[in-house]
Structures are given as structure tokens and as C-alpha cells.
């Protein structure tokens, strides 16, 4: 009887799960079992593991080989369990020294002529395994994502029989190197292209200094879009712990990850004929959605009615939490999702109710059925509703340098702002729970006043009497003042006047 032992990992939501995989050899008809509740992929690895085994040269034992997969409660998929199977074999066998498993994890799928293979969610596995204080071995086209991970030793391997040598000390690994960070900012959509609309560039920049979401209102071709896709521009890009969570979404979603521009803030923009499970995620094992995906960024919805009623309710909960808990039969698994939400939305069916040109024709009831599309609980959560008004033509001919700041400019600024917010709250405004407001956005008599007059005649709830304080914050954030003053509550108060009585006018 001869039994090995060794560690890979599981993937369950964001989290990579320590896996013991156990391997006993013992006398007996030959076979190989492997238990601890394996699903399909994982059940056929043994055929893939034999293949790689014989092709490598390596002896497989003719005896009974059963192999375990700890914690038994926990349902193991893909092929990311071959390495570590193989190595398992080869240890128990007397072909791997034992001694030499324990310092390291591992994770690769096998070809049967004993090359690995990528696997999905690799940078999870990287961050549990360098908590644990392990070594990683993986696959060569993993060990740059791998590496991401600071501090950590991840090893790239290119077969099993390269891993087989450098744990008999023959042929050492090389370590993988993280990739070069090279920002493309500069490269960006500038805001400067964007002539007239200072309105609504103000109205960016607050929302991108305290994170705070943001619907625009206003005929087509306005420029609500292109104001949209400048927003990443004045972003500042994300610290370590933020893009290797983003990224961590990325990877357990399948999606590359261009190791150049990792640090720069997701935006998405998914198509309004998007369904619900799209947006928040699912499946029977649960994969993150759209909102996971712009985790620490953007998500952008053009066309906000056009979305189905029930899709847009599904945002609520995460616009508050900034997570997502998808419930299934078997399990349940939760997904960070403190996204930044821009939208945009025409005044009517046809766009153009207000024109001056009178190109309007839809009905009172056309008009109230397509503003119902959003509800006033949705409503309540977006922090800014400014409208995006049509331009006389010949603006298009002028170039006003007051109106057209570049967006190098514009985030210098937001990045003092956020400096300032993370120095005296280690969050972003938009983040503060109640406690945070009642401490850091105190008025004047004066100003409370203001505030209750507005709450009372724009019909506003509580959470919008939170989210014009929060906003106030951010405003004097911009401008370096220490307190909320007059102005700035008063700008606050002015970007609620799309809220619910008005907007269904």
C-alpha cells in the first residue's frame, strides 16, 4: 500500500477552494476510481491521465489506484485536477519524491501526449495559493495572469514531464514574471472632442470623482453616448487589490485578460435585448454577469426603456450592496458587483418631445407608458438625472477652451477627490452608509432647510435626502473645501429634477 498526498484548487464563485487530492495504490485487479463527488470532466480524467502518463515514459501502475478529492461535499468540475492526479500517481508510485509536493499547488489539464493545457480562473488560484504561502505550478499560458498576484512564485510548464524534472531536481522551472504595466490612457476618447454640453461634463466629472451613477435625458445625437465612452478616460485607474479583483471576474468568466491594461476600469455596455441572467449572471453553475464584469467600473445602458421592466429591477439590490448572491437548487454563489452605473434615455418614444423643430408626434399616453418602463425604486437609486439638450448648429463650428478641457485635465482633478475621500474614509462617496453621511456631511442650519424644502417638493425619499448629501460631499470634495457649503448643496439638489414626479410628466 503506498499513498501520496497533494493540493489544487476548486472554483466556487470568486473563491478557489483548497482541494486535498489523495492517491492510494494498494494490491488488487487494476483500476483507477476517483471519488469526491467528481462531475463528467473530472470522472474522465483518468483516461486523460493514463494517456499522458504512458506517452511521457512514466510507468502506471497495473494495480487498484483510487484517488480523492477533499472535501468530499464539494462538487469538483473541469479538467484543472489532471496535474495534480498524475503527480499524485507518480508520488505513490515511487516515480515523484513525496517530500517534494508539499511546498507547492497544482493545476494544469493533461493532452494525452502529456502537454498541458490552460484552465479558467486561474488568478483566484494564484491569490488563495499565495495566502497559503505555497508555490504554484500551471500551465505556461497561465503563469503571466498567475503572476499578477505580487510576491507570489508561480512556476509555467509546458508538460508533465517538465514538472516531473524539476521536482527531482534535474531541470528547474523557470518563474513566470508578472506583465509590464503600459496605461493607454492617452489613447483613450478624449473629452475635448465633445463641443458645448459643459452641463453634462460637470455632471461626469462629479459622478467620476465620488462613483456615483448617472442617467442622461435627451434627444438622439446629442451626445449622450459619446460622453459615456469618455467617462474611463477621467477615471484614475485601479489600485493593485482592485484590478486583481476585476480581473479575478475576468478569468473565472473565461474572458482573456490583456495583461498591459489590467489596471484600467471595465466598461461594459451590454445591448438592451440583454436578459436578466445576462446582467446579474447564473446558470446551474453559477458564472458572473455583466454587473460582475464592470465590478470597480463602468456599465453603460443606452436606451434604458428599452430594456425589459424586469431586467432593469434586477439592478436594485446590487446598485445598494455592491454584490450579487445567485441562488440555485445545489448552491449558491455570490459575486462582487460595485459597478458604476451611466445610462441614457430619449424624452419619448420618438425622441424628440421638446424639440424646438416641433418633430414630436407621440401621445400623452405613448409618452407615459415608455417613462414607466423605469420604476421609481430605480429612479431613486441613480444618484444624477440631468438632461442633455440639443445644440445649435453653429456650435458645431466654435471651439470654446473654457468648455473643452481635455481629459487629462478632468482627472488630475477627480484623483485629488478620490485621494481626498480614501484619506478620510477608505472609501468613495458613493460607498458611504449612513453613518458615513451623518459624520462627514454635516449643514449649517440654513442649508438643512434647503434641504427638507427640497426633499418635500420634488416628493423625494430618504435614500435620495443620503444621495444629495453624498453628492454634496463629492462636489466639495472638487472644490478642496473641508465642508459642504451652500453651492455645492444647492448643485447637488439640481441634478434631482428628472426624479420621479417630473419624470413621468
Not at 147 to 163: E, I, P, R
Request: glycine share 6%; aromatic share 4%.
Amino acid at each position: 500500500m503506498s499513498l501520496s498526498q497533494l493540493i489544487s484548487r476548486a472554483q466556487e464563485g470568486v473563491h478557489a477552494i483548497e482541494v486535498s487530492v489523495e492517491v492510494l495504490i494498494t494490491n488488487g485487479l487494476p483500476s483507477l476510481s476517483i471519488v469526491g463527488l467528481p462531475e463528467t470532466a473530472v470522472k474522465e480524467s483518468k483516461d486523460r491521465v493514463r494517456c499522458a502518463l504512458i506517452n511521457s515514459h512514466f510507468d502506471f501502475p497495473t494495480r487498484r489506484i483510487t484517488i480523492n478529492l477533499a472535501p468530499a461535499d464539494l462538487p469538483k468540475q473541469g479538467g484543472r485536477f489532471d496535474l495534480a492526479i498524475a503527480l499524485g500517481i507518480l508520488a505513490a508510485s515511487g516515480q515523484v519524491p513525496k517530500a517534494a509536493l508539499a511546498e507547492y499547488e497544482f493545476v494544469g489539464e493533461l493532452a494525452l501526449g502529456g502537454g498541458l493545457r490552460p484552465v479558467q480562473a486561474i488568478l483566484p488560484m494564484s491569490l488563495a495559493c499565495h495566502k497559503s504561502r505555497r508555490k504554484l505550478i500551471c500551465p505556461a499560458q497561465n503563469a503571466n495572469d498567475a503572476a499578477l498576484v505580487s510576491d507570489a512564485t508561480v512556476f509555467a510548464a509546458n508538460s508533465l514531464l517538465q514538472v516531473c524534472e524539476h521536482l527531482n531536481g534535474i531541470n528547474n522551472l523557470s518563474c513566470a514574471e508578472p506583465p509590464a504595466w503600459s496605461s493607454t490612457l492617452s489613447t483613450m476618447p478624449d473629452m475635448a472632442d465633445i463641443q458645448g454640453q459643459a452641463h453634462a461634463k460637470r455632471a461626469m466629472e462629479i459622478a467620476a470623482a465620488g462613483g456615483h451613477s448617472l442617467l442622461m435625458l435627451g434627444p438622439p445625437g446629442t451626445g449622450k453616448t459619446m460622453l459615456s465612452s469618455r467617462l474611463p478616460g477621467i477615471l484614475p485607474v485601479m489600485s493593485e487589490e482592485e484590478a486583481l479583483e476585476t480581473a479575478a471576474i475576468s478569468s473565472i468568466a473565461g474572458h482573456p485578460l490583456k495583461p498591459g491594461n489590467w489596471k484600467l476600469r471595465p466598461f461594459r455596455t451590454p445591448h438592451h435585448t440583454a436578459s436578466a441572467a445576462a446582467l446579474v449572471g447564473g446558470g446551474s453553475n453559477p458564472r458572473p454577469g455583466e454587473i460582475s464584469l464592470a465590478h470597480n467600473g463602468i456599465m453603460f445602458l443606452d436606451e434604458l426603456p428599452e430594456f425589459n421592466r424586469n431586467v432593469l429591477e434586477v439592478l436594485r439590490e446590487p446598485l445598494e450592496s455592491g454584490q450579487i448572491i445567485i441562488s440555485r437548487a445545489a448552491k449558491q454563489a455570490q459575486f462582487p458587483a460595485a459597478f458604476q452605473l451611466i445610462a441614457a434615455m430619449n424624452p419619448c418614444p420618438c425622441g424628440y418631445l421638446g424639440d424646438e423643430q416641433g418633430n414630436c408626434h407621440c401621445t400623452d399616453d405613448q409618452i407615459q407608458r415608455y417613462r414607466h418602463k423605469i420604476s421609481g425604486p430605480l429612479m431613486d437609486r441613480i444618484d444624477l438625472h440631468i438632461e442633455v439638450p440639443r445644440l445649435p448648429v453653429s456650435m458645431l463650428r466654435k471651439s470654446d477652451a473654457s468648455t473643452n478641457e481635455p481629459s487629462e485635465l478632468i482627472r488630475k482633478r477627480v484623483e485629488q477627490a478620490r485621494n481626498t475621500q480614501n484619506q478620510r474614509n477608505i472609501r468613495i462617496n458613493a460607498r458611504m452608509n449612513n453613518k458615513d453621511v451623518e459624520r462627514l456631511c454635516p449643514l449649517s442650519e440654513a442649508d438643512h432647510e434647503l434641504l427638507e424644502t427640497a426633499i418635500t417638493q420634488l416628493g423625494l425619499s430618504m435614500r435620495a435626502y443620503h444621495k444629495i448629501l453624498k453628492l454634496a460631499r463629492t462636489i466639495a470634495d472638487l472644490d478642496c473645501s473641508n465642508n459642504i457649503q451652500s453651492q455645492h448643496l444647492s448643485e447637488a439638489i439640481s441634478y434631482r429634477q428628472l426624479d420621479r414626479s417630473s419624470i413621468r410628466a
